[in-house]
């Protein structure tokens, strides 16, 4: 069976992707998917920058601003969301394009998903107990004796990730790189093609700080108002957005305009570098573009 085409367009913010992806829907058709987390949510029109009006009007966008920041969506979730919209999509015998910088995303669809069993609230609790009783180092070398493998992949300081593994085996008696092992493509490698967006890294730094400022003129200051007037869990995904935290900062009377502007541009410059290494290291096989990034 032919299937229509599923492009994956990845890479670092203000690279230029969803506008290669939108110069591609225009000509071919395709509706453009969201592949992005912080422009799942609606309260982050601006800090995400979502597309615009005029991009809307041009090709269809499905996913974006489809969540309350109230709401955490899960790579699980977005993961189901994401496959209804391809297979309704395919039904049409439309092509589709997907477009975003969360790499887990795209990983969830081209490796797949660990079917991993939701730990039980006081299996987790009893795990962050130990960890905060023994301390960090002790607690390792316990997770290191029954998933050595975990253990290695997880960053110094990482309670949470530490907690979560030890808990799943605590629970399962099974460890957490044995779950990892079992998943399957959530799509089929042949029914897809990847292209990450790689600009050169100075290049991208003067993009990214230029989008600050234009997020800034946009009234980026007046959406982070309204989210801070929600009260919201800071631990909700859409709380920690890149200038979330730098812009109700400011707000707060704690920062200058002018030095709350400068951290949320090095926060941005960093979140780029951090998804330009992600891509190089989890898709080192997929080819390369150099961008369109926006002129400083």
């Not at 897809?192 to 991208?204: C, F, N, Q, S």
Request: proline residues 6%; glycine residues 8%.
């Amino acid at each position: 069976m032919t299937h229509p085409p599923l492009t994956l367009i990845a890479g670092p913010t203000a690279s230029g992707k969803s506008r290669l992806a939108l110069e591609t829907a225009r000509t071919t058709g395709a509706a453009i998917l969201n592949a992005d987390s912080q422009q799942l949510y609606a309260d982050l029109s601006i800090l995400s920058a979502r597309p615009s009006a005029e991009d809307v009007a041009a090709a269809e966008h499905r996913l974006y601003g489809v969540a309350d920041a109230a709401d955490a969506w899960s790579v699980g979730r977005w993961a189901r969301a994401v496959l209804n919209e391809i297979g309704a999509l395919e039904a049409e015998g439309r092509p589709a394009i997907l477009v975003g910088g969360t790499g887990l995303y795209f990983l969830s669809l081209t490796r797949g998903l660990a079917d991993i069993p939701e730990v039980r609230v006081e299996v987790r609790d009893q795990s962050q107990a130990a960890f905060d009783n023994e301390g960090e180092a002790v607690f390792r070398r316990r997770l290191g004796a029954v998933d050595p493998q975990t253990e290695a992949a997880i960053a110094p300081g990482d309670r949470q990730r530490l907690v979560r593994a030890f808990s799943v085996h605590a629970q399962t008696g099974r460890p957490l790189s044995a779950f990892k092992a079992d998943t399957r493509p959530l799509i089929a490698p042949d029914r897809w093609t990847g292209l990450v967006i790689e600009p050169e890294r100075e290049r991208l730094y003067a993009a990214c700080d230029a989008r600050v400022d234009l997020m800034i003129e946009g009234g980026a200051l007046d959406e982070v108002r309204a989210l801070m007037a929600r009260r919201l869990d800071p631990g909700l995904p859409a709380m920690k957005a890149v200038g979330v935290r730098e812009l109700a900062a400011h707000l707060a009377g704690e920062m200058m305009r002018d030095d709350a502007v400068a951290a949320m541009k090095q926060a941005t410059r960093n979140y780029a570098k951090r998804q330009l290494t992600w891509f190089r290291n989890q898709t080192p096989d997929w080819p390369r573009h150099p961008g369109q990034v926006m002129s400083p």
